[in-house]
């Protein structure tokens, strides 16, 4: 039933994702390696700054997954085998 989903309807739903433990351990790594990015920026930055003098602007970056309290229904796994 998910797989049915127009773009339009996915879109409405930006943000919510059901993950396996596999997934979850994907996003993680992916959120880990946004940080870093991000603290590499601002390395960046710094000497940027100190030869062009730009001005500088501190900003909130948030990440964050948390499990919903809300049960959804889940995606069909499908079993393979005997």
């Known amino acids: 039933m998910h797989a049915a989903r127009t773009a339009g ?5 930006i943000g919510e994702v059901i993950l396996g433990d ?4 994907d996003i ?3 959120m880990q390696r ?3 990015r991000c603290w ?3 390395e960046e930055l710094v000497n940027r700054c100190a030869e062009s003098g730009e ?3 501190s900003i909130l970056v948030l990440h ?3 499990p919903r309290a809300k049960k959804s229904p889940g995606l069909p796994c499908k079993v393979t085998g005997s």
């Open 55 to 57: 001005e500088t602007r």
């Open 28 to 30: 993680a790594g992916e």
């Open 22 to 25: 596999e997934g979850r351990e």
């Open 40 to 42: 590499e920026n601002q």
């Open 9 to 13: 309807q996915r879109k409405k739903r």
């Open 34 to 36: 946004s940080w870093d």
């Open 64 to 66: 964050g997954g948390f």
